[in-house]
């Protein structure tokens, strides 16, 4: 898309010429003021102009998931089986199969359908929020409630919510990727241009909407909103957000079609024998197309779709919101977690307990501050973005980041007016925090004796407040604050500070330094933070999350190596991941040491050490590039503009729901809204369920089918090999074997996605991405499971037919109703009795069990069953019948007794 296209064929360009008249010419124009526009008129306008969204950008159309059940190759085949049925003159067959593929399509559909609005919906709660200017004060509002007129903040990370005016900008840059394809950053102005007709990249005092802020803040005014903003004009975009297929749906698609063509091969080898034994050519036909029709999953697409879905709604009741549904698997194979530490591993709720001076220490809540403290204390609350505010009920609060709002809470603690002391040392410049060179720094006009707190500064030089980490503005600072005067930083000043902020940070304390640059009016130096003359260091306390320690050994416990990655101090670092459990061996590493690594060193420090300290966002990056290389499935959180890259590199990219940017969250695999570590791990967990879940079902479902294809191969053998009536070459009619699917497969397989966690979930290695389903024993058990159901029910049949008795086969068709019923209860789990996790911890399974048992009795009982072609049963077949459920059930438990016994049994198969 070039840009031409995007300023000159514009069907709906309304006023091009936002950007060559000045930011007051532009706020009348559109009747607003820099304060904003009231929350009446924003009402007013949103009836106006409508709401600010795009038409409709995701998901499905409904009737493409209903097309899509019916061009699936099981269901292909259904339909020649339909049509085969209708050329042999068997109407009713025709009928029921075509009905029967009907259901399940619709029920793969519904499945699909309530999945793809389930994801939709989670998308949905993850719409930033807008800070934006009504009645003069900034307040939040959702992004799609903003309107023409409003004026809106941005911050780094921020995501352009509206086609916007510049009105103030600092240091602001903006990617504009997403409209113009530049992936560098464009710094912003709010100067008029010249020219009408500049292309959109050009345009420098516009922000446009789907853009993302990368640096600086700014505030700008909404010309456009929804459809008629730049974005809203590309059609492409519109259409965007695909539904992607999880790996193990990708794989069960697989297994699906390989059965479909499996079951022509089956029924074409029936048909050979039945041939050979003299049967008719439509009975012959008919009876392939039973063979297909068992050995075909109907129900393996919805089921799949059932169970990622209610994954993906089990894990937000746990607080991770998963945004894309492959997340929902993947999270099940995770091996390695790097978290960040602020806010996830503790509580981001900071407070200073220490200011700690060249002559003495100040503790908030003790001593008043001496004038060297007072300077500090100043220093910290004016270089600093938190606010203070009056909220009603309940009194003065401090908003912001907590590293900063802690800072002015000393101050106040201090006897500072934080209020009053800003509005007298306004600030005239500013550059902000990142988190590369993890500090910020504000300038102020002459202090003049207005701040009696301050007189022991110089009065008559503007000031350059900075703050950031104590390494940083130690090696850019040429003196020290002491004694009421400059001194020049030697060698003690020096060792001084470093002890400082060793001992502070070995104590597991965050710690800032702070420092002032002095400098006449007017002169502006190329680099603002050099020659800094430190004034104290800062002590912050940041607990751990209670729950975190238990969840570090949780995840340790389930092979899944967490990882910390930090940018504050390594002593810091080191301290609070002991307190966790975090790599109780393998030492910390920092940044700087990592950029002087080889390849080879840096793959293997990756993999060996568990402790990343002072690290930048492109760190993280090459960190999950060299795990993955590795073989590691990793997931990595993130709350940063910066971190977009390494949450879309890593497995499972994690954003912070609380603290995280938009950027940083449209990154996301998942979104944890308590922006807790906890949460990825019972995120795990539950990809866990899931993953054992599916495979339960599959390895159900599979012995299932492979025991009805023994039904339907081995039935017509002795009748080859014996002198043959005629009468018997089919052992199940099309439509009794559909039924039969429909039953286990389609209503007992969706019970399964509901099936709780194995005892065990956490307590095994993770499962190899992409591996066979079939590994750990699993394989095994569905075959020697597949054999018993089909013998078992081939001999029942063969033994009533031989007693003469003409209710055969609807004593076949129930047995092998009961083997399954029998069956899914004992593949609840692999490992324990169903005595040990208690028959009602499953209570979908009782209900849909007790519907199939229903079903199958109107099936024997009801005018249903001369549909079926089916004849009642006497009590006593019905309980001969239930008897080989039962046995089947106690079977399998006992294996898996024996198996318990011996310390073996079905694994997840990574060793
Ligand atoms: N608001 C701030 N102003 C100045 N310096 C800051 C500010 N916040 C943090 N720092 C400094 O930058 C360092 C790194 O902070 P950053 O926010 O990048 O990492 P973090 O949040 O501690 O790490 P993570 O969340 O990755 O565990 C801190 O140790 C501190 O010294």
Not at 255 to 273: E, S, Y
Not at 858 to 879: C, I, K, N, Q, S
Request: aromatic content about 4%; proline content about 5%; charged content about 20%.
């Amino acid at each position: 898309m070039s840009i031409e296209n995007l300023t000159a064929d514009s069907p709906v360009e309304t006023d091009p010429s936002w950007h060559v008249i000045s930011v007051e010419d532009a706020l009348e124009r559109i009747d607003s003021r820099a304060s904003g526009i009231s929350t009446a008129e924003a009402e007013e306008r949103l009836k106006r102009y409508g709401t600010n969204e795009l038409v409709d950008r995701g998901g499905k159309p409904a009737w493409k998931i209903l097309w899509e059940q019916f061009t699936s190759v099981m269901v292909l085949i259904l339909i020649a089986a339909t049509f085969l049925s209708l050329i042999l003159g068997k109407f009713l067959e025709a009928g029921a199969i075509g009905g029967i593929v009907l259901m399940f399509a619709l029920l793969g559909f519904y499945q699909e359908y309530r999945a793809e609005k389930a994801i939709a919906a989670l998308r949905q709660m993850t719409v930033p929020t807008v800070r934006v200017r009504r009645d003069g004060v900034t307040v939040s509002v959702p992004a799609r409630q903003v309107v023409p007129g409003d004026v809106v903040h941005l911050d780094a990370g921020t995501v352009v919510p509206a086609d916007l005016r510049l009105l103030e900008v600092v240091s602001l840059r903006i990617q504009e990727a997403a409209l113009t394809g530049e992936s560098e950053a464009v710094d912003k102005k709010t100067t008029p241009l010249a020219g009408e007709d500049l292309p959109v990249g050009d345009r420098i005092n516009m922000a446009f909407s789907g853009t993302e802020v990368t640096y600086g803040r700014g505030v700008g005014l909404v010309i456009a909103t929804g459809m008629a903003t730049q974005l809203g004009r590309i059609a492409d975009l519109l259409q965007g957000v695909t539904s992607e297929q999880t790996p193990l749906q990708a794989r069960l698609d697989h297994v699906g079609k390989q059965l479909a063509l499996l079951g022509v091969v089956v029924a074409g080898v029936v048909a050979i024998l039945g041939a050979l034994g003299g049967e008719t050519w439509s009975n012959l036909v008919l009876t392939a197309i039973s063979v297909a029709v068992a050995v075909i999953p109907e129900g393996l697409p919805a089921v799949v779709t059932f169970t990622l879905a209610v994954g993906a709604q089990r894990m937000l009741r746990r607080n991770a919101l998963v945004r894309k549904l492959p997340a929902v698997e993947t999270l099940g194979s995770v091996t390695t977690i790097c978290s960040d530490k602020t806010g996830t591993l503790t509580q981001n709720k900071m407070t200073v307990s220490t200011l700690v001076l060249p002559d003495g220490t100040w503790t908030p809540g003790g001593d008043a501050p001496s004038s060297a403290a007072l300077v500090a204390l100043a220093a910290g609350a004016l270089c600093n973005n938190a606010e203070i505010r009056h909220v009603d009920g309940e009194g003065i609060k401090t908003i912001g980041d907590p590293t900063e709002t802690c800072l002015l809470e000393a101050a106040q603690a201090g006897g500072i007016d934080v209020v009053t002391l800003r509005s007298v040392m306004a600030r005239i410049g500013e550059l902000p925090f990142d988190s590369e060179r993890k500090r910020m720094s504000t300038r102020h006009a002459p202090l003049a004796g207005q701040v009696p707190e301050l007189a022991q500064l110089p009065q008559d030089l503007d000031l350059i407040f900075v703050k950031g980490a104590v390494d940083g503005l130690l090696t850019r600072a040429t003196g020290v604050f002491a004694d009421g005067a400059i001194r020049a930083l030697d060698d003690a000043a020096r060792a001084w500070v470093e002890d400082t902020n060793k001992d502070l940070a070995s104590r597991g304390q965050r710690v800032l330094g702070l420092a002032v640059r002095l400098i006449p009016p007017g002169r502006t130096p190329a680099d603002p933070e050099t020659d800094l003359v430190l004034v104290g260091v800062v002590g912050i306390i940041d607990p751990p999350r209670p729950e975190v320690a238990a969840a570090v050994a949780t995840c340790q416990g389930a092979g899944i190596r967490p990882v910390m990655i930090t940018g504050d101090h390594p002593l810091t670092a080191q301290a609070i991941a002991r307190e966790l459990g975090i790599g109780r061996d393998g030492g910390v590493l920092t940044g700087v040491e990592l950029d002087r690594l080889d390849a080879e060193e840096f793959d293997h420090a990756s993999r060996t050490v568990n402790v990343f300290a002072r690290v930048s966002p492109e760190h993280k990056l090459r960190l999950v590039d060299s795990l993955q290389r590795h073989g590691q499935i990793v997931a990595m959180t993130g709350d940063g503009v910066n971190d977009a890259p390494a949450l879309k590199k890593s497995d499972i990219g994690v954003a912070m729901g609380i603290t995280g940017t938009d950027v940083s969250k449209e990154a996301s695999d998942m979104v944890l809204r308590d922006d807790n570590f906890a949460t990825i791990i019972a995120a795990v967990e539950e990809g866990r369920v899931i993953y054992d879940n599916l495979r339960r079902f599959v390895s159900f479902a599979v012995a299932g089918n492979l025991g009805k294809i023994i039904v339907m191969v081995g039935w017509p053998i002795p009748f080859l090999l014996l002198p043959f009536d005629g009468t018997a070459a089919v052992a199940l009619l099309p439509l009794q074997l559909l039924w039969l699917n429909l039953m286990t497969d389609g209503l007992l397989g969706l019970a399964m996605g509901k099936e709780p966690a194995e005892s065990k979930v956490m307590r095994r290695p993770p499962h190899v991405p992409g591996g066979s389903l079939w590994t750990g024993g699993l394989g095994r058990r569905t075959v020697w499971i597949g054999l018993v159901i089909g013998f078992v029910a081939l001999g029942i049949g063969f033994w009533y037919h031989e007693t003469g008795n003409p209710a055969w086969q609807s004593m076949l068709f129930t047995t092998l109703a009961f083997l399954q019923i029998g069956q899914a209860f004992a593949t609840r789990s692999h490992h324990d009795s169903l005595t040990t996790i208690g028959w009602r911890s499953n209570t979908l399974l009782l209900w849909i069990a007790a519907l199939v048992l229903a079903l199958q009795l109107a099936a024997l009982y009801t005018p249903l069953g001369v549909f079926l072609r089916l004849e009642p049963l006497g009590a006593v077949d019905l309980m001969i019948a239930a008897a080989t459920g039962v046995g089947l059930l106690v079977l399998i438990e006992s294996v898996k007794a024996v198996d318990r016994r011996r310390g073996v049994g079905i694994s997840i198969g990574r060793h």
